[in-house]
């Protein structure tokens, strides 16, 4: 049995004709939300997300599309995401006992990094703006299960005790990576070239850093499967946050070491990262380099520039903020990264969507200042980001969710895979060291897919 979901629900979902909003969640036992998200593969495509925090104490899947919601107001697409949900839930009938986050009505997506790049095909599907209401949801936190249907007319809840009982007996499957036929690193002359013009830049103005990305092209004989790639993930990247979204014939997906913030409750959590050196090859090699990188003062001059900038987006959301005044280190299998924390407790009346619109784009991910640097990307990239070094993420109906920033990530459609690296630039930046970071950088991605490196 691979789907739960009949072919007139499917196609009635698709319409986004919406009447009134039934919800429904009961607990349920313990099951593999990964087997789950397998089983839900079906010829209908672009109807799953998946989801795993840092730590794996939360997990959601979703399958099934009981509504879309896009922006047709490029500039104001936070606060019309904002504003559709607000206005679906205002007569919506959810039934939910349970006071746990990511229960309940919830929706899934995330917006473009830049909505004035020119549009790039390979991200047709996603536009500015991209978020899912899912049909069905599991959720799991700290080991405690939970099934949300959702539907626009009455539920029979009896479907929800038949469906507890048909994911106990799923089963999961191996999926074998299809043969790679090609790779190809998009023009590194042009790039480095770029960063060069870019460097010359902020030598001779008033900006102080600029990210410049570059993508890599994966062509295999076979159409890939998301879930061959979740698979790998979860096994490499234990510590990243793991996510996936499908749209249509294509799907955005990625581990993630940053997240971009957190609510619950009133409890805020957002992170800066930014500076970035190789692991070791041994333990005392990987302690010099991490103690090199917390002593570096490029990297810390980078560092500073994200702390400042999250610092300034969230306190006019916050009734106070905690940051530490120095640096951590934050250790992946392939990379380390200086990581300092921020904590705050928001006021009531702030949502997350504001705050991911004034902290989007991070100087991790953009420059500073941001609109110089914004610009200069446009000039000096010539690709388009999509989804890449963006805000993606989940809110639920009581205003939890949770974004983080969508790198060490790739694009997937059809039996080709774009994935994506970038590195932040400030005035001594030199090209070749940030063409060597780049590729470090897509070590992750290019492990999911079955490819040791370049």
């Not at 749209?247 to 930014?274: I, M």
């Not at 990188?293 to 610092?311: A, P, Q, R, T, Y």
Request: charged share 25%.
């Amino acid at each position: 049995m691979k789907t739960i979901l009949s072919p007139n629900r499917r196609e009635q979902s698709a319409t986004n004709e919406r009447g009134k909003l039934f919800s429904y969640t009961i607990p349920m036992d313990p099951c593999d939300l990964f087997v789950f998200y397998q089983s839900q593969r079906t010829s209908s495509t672009g109807q799953r997300f998946y989801w795993k925090n840092s730590d794996g104490s939360f997990r959601i899947v979703g399958s099934g599309i009981a509504a879309t919601f896009t922006s047709k107001s490029p500039e104001r697409r936070f606060e019309h995401i904002q504003q559709q949900w607000d206005k679906l839930l205002q007569d919506a009938h959810i039934e939910n006992k349970y006071d746990i986050p990511g229960t309940g009505p919830l929706l899934f997506g995330g917006f473009s990094f830049d909505i004035d790049q020119i549009p790039a095909d390979e991200w047709s599907s996603f536009g500015d703006s991209l978020f899912y209401l899912p049909e069905m949801m599991i959720t799991c936190l700290d080991e405690q299960y939970f099934l949300t249907m959702n539907q626009f007319g009455a539920l029979d809840q009896r479907e929800g005790e038949f469906l507890k009982q048909w994911v106990k007996q799923m089963k999961g499957k191996p999926n074998p990576f299809p043969k790679l036929l090609t790779q190809k690193e998009y023009d590194v002359e042009g790039w480095l070239q770029s960063v060069e013009e870019v460097v010359d830049e902020l030598q001779n103005t008033d900006m102080q850093k600029v990210v410049l990305a570059r993508k890599l092209q994966l062509d295999f004989a076979e159409p890939l499967q998301s879930e061959t790639i979740i698979d790998q993930l979860l096994s490499e990247q234990p510590s990243s946050y793991v996510f996936s979204m499908e749209a249509e014939d294509s799907c955005f997906l990625g581990a993630s070491p940053e997240r971009l913030v957190e609510k619950v409750n009133q409890r805020v959590l957002s992170t800066c990262l930014a500076g970035s050196i190789a692991r070791g090859k041994s333990e005392q090699e990987d302690k010099k380099l991490g103690n090199d990188l917390l002593h570096d003062s490029k990297n810390l001059f980078e560092h500073g520039l994200v702390v400042s900038m999250i610092e300034d987006a969230l306190r006019p959301f916050c009734e106070e903020l905690l940051i530490p005044n120095q640096p951590n280190l934050m250790k992946k299998p392939y990379i380390q990264h200086l990581y300092t924390p921020v904590e705050g407790r928001a006021k009531k009346e702030s949502s997350i969507f504001a705050m991911v619109q004034s902290l989007h784009p991070t100087p991790a991910l953009g420059g500073v200042p941001t609109r110089p640097a914004m610009k200069m990307i446009r000039d000096k990239e010539n690709m388009d980001r999509g989804f890449y070094g963006s805000p993606i993420g989940w809110t639920d109906y009581r205003g939890n969710g949770e974004f983080i920033v969508g790198i060490r990530s790739s694009l997937t459609k059809g039996s080709s895979a774009f994935l994506y690296a970038g590195c932040g630039l400030v005035s001594d930046s030199i090209a070749d060291k940030e063409l060597i970071e780049t590729r470090i950088k897509f070590q992750p991605m290019l492990r999911a897919f079955g490819k040791e490196s370049l």
